[in-house]
C-alpha cells in the first residue's frame, strides 16, 4: 500500500529539490565535487526525462568563508554577506560547470524574505521561474544573503524550498541533508531510535521528535524541516527527507522506493492566494477573537465579523495581513484585513449594524472575509 503511494512520485511533472551545505561542503569550507557532481548528474537526468526540476541550494555563506581564509563561519554581517558575495559566485561557478557538462542550462535566482511577503514581487518571482522552466532551464536558487540581513531573512533554506515548492506548484519536494530522515529519537544518542517512513499529518508528536534544544536535530536542523514539511504538505506537495549521501537517493525517491521519510500533502490544500496569506505575506498585527467565532470560523469556515472579536495588537491599515489568534492565544488563521486596527479597536465586539454608526462609515461587514483567510496552518 505504501508502495504504491510513493509511486505517484514516478510521474511528478515538477520537482523542488533542496540541498544543504554540509552535504555540498567540506568543513573545510571547500566544495564536496563528488557530491555536487552526483547531484547534479541526477537532477539533469530528471529535466532529460521532460520533469521541471528546480534547485535550492545553500552554501554560499561556509563557502565563501573557506575561500577568504576565515576559520569557521562568519560572525558579523557585513562579514556573512562578503562571503556570501563570494561564495555565491563560486557555488553557482560550479554548479553551471557540471550542468553544462550534461547539456542542461542553470540560472540563478536569489530570493529575499521581500519576494515572498510583497505581493507583487511574489507574483513576478513566480512569472520569473515559470518563463525560466519553460525555457527548459533548472532554476538553481538560494536566500540572498548579500543584501539580506538577519532580521529580514528567511535565514535558512528549508523553508525558501518550501516556499518555492508552493510558488511553482510542485508535486514533490526533496530536502536533502546529512540525516537518514525523521526517527522515533535522536540515532547517535538513543541506539534505539528507527525511521519513520511516512507522516500521513503532522501533529504535535510529530513535532516533538525535533528534539530540545541543544539536540543536533534541535538547532534548527529537524525543526525547520518539519516545518517546511507543513507549508508543502498545505501548499498539496510532498516532502521527502533523505540523506544527500546515499547513492543517487533522488531517483530511488523518484522511482518510488522506500528511503527517507516522507510527509503526505493535506486533503485541504489552500489555494495558491491562500497559500501565500498563510507563508508568504509579512504579518502586521493581531486579531483576538472569542470561542464563538473561532468555532464559527474553524468548524464553519465563516468569515470574522466585529461581534467575536476581543482585542486587537498592533498597528495596521485595510489591506494587511493579520494573524487571528483564539482565547488560548493559538493562531488559527491568518487573513486579510477590510479594516484598520485604530477602526477595528472602536468596532470590537459589536454587531455589524452598528459599525457605520460607530465609524460614520461601513464598506463590509467582515472584519477579515472567508475569501481573504487561510485557516488550519
Ligand atoms: N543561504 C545560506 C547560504 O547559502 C544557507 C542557508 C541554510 O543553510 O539553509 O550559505
Redesign the pocket.
Known sequence: MTENKRSRFNIARRIVVKV??SSIAYPTGKLNLFQIESLVRQLSNLHNQGRDVLLVT?????TGAGRLGLSGRPRTIPAKQAA?AV?QGILMHIYEKFFSEYGVTAGQVLLTREDFSDRRRFLNARNTLHALLQFGVIPVI??N?TVAVDEIKL????TLSALVAGLVDAELLVLLSDIQGLCTADPPRDPGACLIQEVPEITPEIESLAGGAGSKLGSGGMATKISAARIAAHSGVSTVLACADEKDIILKVISGEQVGTVFWPCGNKLENRKQWIAYSAAVCGKIRVDEGAAAAMLKHGKSLLPSGITGVEGQFEIGSTVSIVGPDNQEIARGITSYSSAEIDQIKGVQTREISRILGHKDYDEIVHRNNMALNL
Request: charged share 25%; net charge negative.
Open positions: 544543504g551545505s545553500s552554501g554560499a555563506i561556509g556570501a561564495g538560494n536566500e544573503d535565514g535558512e533554506n528549508d
